[in-house]
């Protein structure tokens, strides 16, 4: 499953606060993508949730929020429509390009297929849609509403059972959706698209993925869900969707190392910046990926170790490799290595054994178990070669770093 589910809140269409949810790889991101619920539902429904942990499980991070109205977002559903869930979803996408990094992919089911089809051309970043049981036309909501509608007409407004729970459907929401039309907004996306949809959905008839494949452009696909439900409420249904989305994406979305990372010779390290949050960087240390970032408390992402924490690495892993070299050549048992580092500023003049005495020096404490059949002479001599290791001593000498703007 994902590594990590975060909460977050950002502003929808209307001012009011969306509650979202944002599902990580365990990994850095492949990309990211955003994920629309179908009408009424909310963003922890069993299809929305079960699909963003198996796209996490492929490394592509997914947004999924409650529309303005629904589940825990702020803000009245009764004043909502389909043009401001769209907004909605543009919003949602601004959140992810201002903290994250843009989608790359979005997601809708049932109306919210329809909302990203819509959606789509606002979101220049993306290169791939897909829809999952989607209408063709917003209007197909409507059904829904039949027998109220003559009050509906008649009063503004009138309350409706959906799902098995009340809603109030304005006369105002009925006309957003009657005006609709996604033909031209589909032909003109330009965007890769695949089509989901069950051949027996009870709710939205395959005819509407006939008209969805029909209106795009190549490169498009379809896939059939064979029996499944509307609502993808089996498991293995929801599991089917994602890893051939995933699978199908994969084309589009590129890969990490090729999209993020730069590219180094032997011996060199380039570093530069991925532009997923303020602090975090791609790093190429020759034909090895790594990633830098800082915690979320000091405005990153904490994607990855901080500038500190990798100088601290590379201290620790120059002393561990320093004492196997030592024990193997003094035919020494030592059987494991495990350094611990920290990093501190502290006071010049709380260092004895320093020659500056005025403001803050750097102190990292080294800690340095060792395991083995050795004796005290043995657990000494290696302690000692410590401080002999190359970056140690790189460290404590005198060090020239020369910069130099490149062309």
Known sequence: MAMKSEKLTFAGSSGEMLAARLDLPAGPPRAYALFAHCFTCTKDIFAASRIAGALAEQGIAVLRFDFTGLGASEGDFANTNFSSNVEDLVRAADHLRE???????????????????????????????????????????????????????????????????????????????????????????????????????????????????????????????????????????????????????????????????????????????????????????????????????????????????????????????????????????LEGVQVTLTHDKIHAVDCEECETKAGKIDRIERSVRVTGALDEDQRKRLLAMADRCPVHRTLESEVQVVTKMAD
């Open 99 to 333: 903290t994250r990094q843009a989608p790359k992919l979005i997601i809708g089911h049932s109306l919210g297929g329809a909302a990203v089809l819509a959606a789509a051309g606002k979101v220049p970043e993306a290169v791939a849609v897909a829809t999952i049981g989607a209408p063709a036309e917003p209007a197909h909501v409507a059904h829904h509403f039949t027998e109220a509608r003559e009050e509906i007409d008649a009063k503004g407004e009138a309350e409706v059972l959906l799902v098995g729970r009340p809603f109030t459907i304005k006369k105002q929401f009925l006309e957003d959706i009657e005006a609709q039309r996604l033909e031209d907004a589909i032909a003109g996306m330009k965007k890769a698209l695949i089509v989901f949809h069950a051949p027996r959905d009870q709710t939205v008839g395959i005819e509407n993925a006939g008209k969805i494949f029909g209106a795009a452009r190549h490169p498009k696909s379809f896939v059939s869900l064979d029996d499944a439900d509307h609502l993808l409420s089996r498991k293995v249904d929801a599991i089917y969707v994602a890893n051939v989305l995933g699978a199908w994406a994969a084309r589009y979305l590129g890969d990490l190392d090729v999209a993020a990372a730069p590219a180094a010779r032997a011996g060199t390290v380039v570093v530069q910046e991925t532009g997923e949050g303020r602090f975090t960087q791609a790093i190429a240390a020759g034909p090895h990926k790594l990633r830098a970032d800082e915690p979320e408390s000091y405005g990153g992402l904490d994607s990855g170790p901080s500038p500190y924490d990798l100088l601290l690495a590379g201290l620790g892993a120059c002393t561990s490799m320093t004492l196997r070299l030592y024990a193997e050549h003094k035919k020494i048992p």
